[in-house]
């Protein structure tokens, strides 16, 4: 199994930029297939984006395509989600997922470990 934890949330104004961290321990992360998913208070857990496990294909949800941007570091076990032009619908609590199986990089079915959340907040 795959522990993930992640790191880098905070509060940021309108407009400005994070990049969030997934380090994972455990088995061979080079073969698991990772995404960001977010959840909003009182909203269903959202796809963000997601990478395959070298990375050479990345996938984004319709809100953050053109802002956000994924990334991984196989030699150093991280995922990255890159944030720019943040704006307050970006609110939310923001999940590492991985995956080893079948199934599609939108569901969180498809996902069989996760973090434990880092909070996002952007605000003026």
């Known amino acids: 199994q795959v522990q993930l934890v992640e790191s880098g949330g905070g509060l940021v104004q309108p407009g400005g930029s994070l990049r969030l961290s997934c380090a994972a321990s455990?088995?061979?992360?080079?073969?698991?297939?990772m995404g960001w998913f977010r959840q909003a208070p009182g909203k269903e857990r959202e796809f963000v984006a997601a990478?395959?496990?070298?990375?050479?294909?990345?996938y984004y949800g319709d809100s953050v395509k053109g802002r956000f941007t994924i990334s991984r570091d196989n030699a150093k076990n991280t995922v990255y989600l890159q944030m720019n032009n943040l704006k307050p619908e970006d609110t939310a609590v923001y999940y590492c997922a991985g995956r080893e199986g079948s199934g599609s990089v939108y569901y969180t079915e498809s996902y069989g470990y996760w973090g434990q959340g880092t909070q996002v907040t952007v605000s003026s």
């Open positions: 990478t395959s496990n070298l990375g050479g294909r990345t």
């Open positions: 455990g088995r061979t992360f080079s073969s698991s297939r």
